[in-house]
């Protein structure tokens, strides 16, 4: 196996492991503390604030940072334009969103998210100002590096939330929980990087890679709608107790996608680049990367969809049971989001803007319309029914078009899928089969403790039994990967 190749296995395993110790501290100590702390309308009233906040971001240095991970040879003038064009652009928007926080408070009604908005307007400046030395460790392959700053920032984000928590702040825990996560990153990612940034500055430079860059913000920005517009009508037309309810439900949603999905796709973007003119390798490691994900998520989702009421009575406690039917619902919208985040990335490394930008389009049309559908009903549990509807709509012709971009057979695709999701099919019976056979008064904690090992051993048993070859060349597959002849480096 090649340097690069052992660099990006491990860097795979570096940023799974961040992210999944990441995940144990925010799922496991941090939100069920918060959780018994703070009321749902608290949690509702910093998504408002963060919805918008992260709407600004979107545009914090058009996409340049991207464009720097793919660039053939990035210079001094290059890297130093990027570093100054972002922290203008900081400035800029952190000001912006500072005036037009009294607007976000008057469009929802609530006064008290005016003083909230101004706070978390710093967090679009941190946001900017670290974006190109972590572009610098992404491309230089730093992945170790980049885990323990996430790791690092992570932890003291929440210990900063919980000691705030404790000492009665109320939403202002979880202001000071974003602002601390940021700032960390910031001055960790500053110190630890070694892009050649100067006092030089060259409009030309950033010129050259706005082609790209531009496209990609483009639909990065069509994306965010559709991914926070859910956020900004179940605040504005259901309450913040809703938007509580249906934030918690959406975490839980994305722990997939951010712990395993973005993890592979972040370690991958960088060789995928390079590695763009040999379709034939970058079907293969697209086809092994899918389906290694299927094959952890599908059974995590599953089971959580099943066992969704007691997890959250022993996650959250009985005051946020409400979340549960939404866990049930939208936990297979991750599964998809998970596979879609290497096909994003997979787009992206080709250089291909233009088409993410057509398809981040029809999904914001696609699931604008479920929300708004769902709004208007007035439900939340049908609007995350439409949400779930409407990327199963978005997945196939997607999908279909991924395929045929890489000259792939659509069957051979479904042929990764099928030992992950038989497995995660078989599994599902057994535990709803095993819900009616406990005993109705099992506590909650009980029912998981159950559940949850025959799950598993359930499903590894279904890949020994009914699928041993794909696991034995899923094992090999990952062992033997390595880049295309020429590719040693970055």
């Known amino acids: 196996m090649s340097h690069t190749a052992r660099t990006v296995v491990r860097g795979i395993g570096f940023n799974t492991g961040a992210n999944l110790l990441k995940t144990f501290v925010q799922f496991v100590i941090v939100i069920p503390i918060l959780a018994r702390l703070l009321t749902p309308d608290e949690f509702g009233l910093a998504g408002m604030a963060v919805a918008f906040i992260m709407f600004f971001s979107q545009f914090s240095d058009f996409g340049i940072s991207t464009a720097l991970v793919r660039h053939e040879a990035p210079g001094r003038a290059l890297w130093s334009s990027a570093f100054w064009t972002n922290l203008g652009l900081g400035l800029l928007l952190t000001g912006l969103a500072f005036l037009c926080a009294p607007l976000i408070a008057s469009f929802f009604d609530r006064p008290s998210l005016t003083p909230i908005v101004k706070v978390l307007s710093l967090v679009i400046l941190l946001h900017c100002t670290f974006l190109i030395p972590m572009a610098w460790l992404q491309r230089e392959l730093k992945f170790k590096t980049i885990a323990v700053i996430d790791v690092t920032s992570v932890l003291l984000s929440a210990a900063a939330a919980i000691t705030a928590a404790i000492m009665g702040l109320g939403v202002w825990a979880l202001v000071l929980q974003q602002l601390s996560l940021f700032a960390a990153k910031v001055v960790a990612s500053l110190f630890c990087h070694r892009a050649d940034i100067a006092l030089v500055y060259s409009p030309r430079e950033i010129v050259s890679v706005l082609s790209f860059s531009l496209r990609l913000t483009a639909s990065e920005f069509i994306g965010f ?140 049309v696609v699931f604008t319309s479920a929300f708004v559908l769902g709004v208007w009903l007035g439900d939340i549990e049908l609007l995350a029914a439409a949400y779930l509807v409407g990327t199963l709509l978005i997945f196939g012709p997607f999908q279909w078009l991924t395929c045929r971009q890489l000259d792939l057979p659509l069957r051979a695709f479904a042929a990764a899928l099928t030992p992950g999701l038989t497995g995660a099919v078989l599994m599902g019976g057994l535990l709803l089969a095993m819900q009616y056979i406990l005993p109705e008064a099992m506590t909650d904690a009980g029912r998981l403790a159950c559940l949850i090992p025959l799950g598993m051993a359930l499903y590894g048993l279904s890949w020994a039994v009914l699928f041993p070859t794909a696991l034995r060349e899923l094992r090999d597959d990952i062992r033997q990967l390595r880049p295309p002849a020429g590719i040693t480096g970055l």
């Open 225 to 364: 709608i559709h991914r926070n517009i859910d956020n900004i009508l179940i605040g504005k037309f259901l309450g913040a107790a809703a938007l509580g309810f249906y934030g918690r439900a959406f975490t839980i949603m994305l722990v997939p996608v951010h712990a395993l999905g973005t993890s592979a796709a972040f370690a991958l973007y960088p060789v995928m680049a390079q590695s763009q003119a040999d379709r034939r390798h970058l079907s293969m490691l697209y086809l092994k990367t899918c389906m290694a994900l299927t094959s952890l998520v599908a059974p995590m989702m599953t089971g959580l969809a099943i066992v969704a009421q007691p997890f959250v009575a022993v996650w959250l406690g009985p005051d946020w049971l409400p979340v549960a039917p939404l866990i049930t619902l939208l936990v297979f919208a991750g599964l998809i989001q998970t596979l879609q985040t290497m096909t994003f990335t997979l787009w992206k490394a080709l250089g291909r803007a233009d088409v993410l930008l057509h398809w981040s389009v029809i999904q914001t």
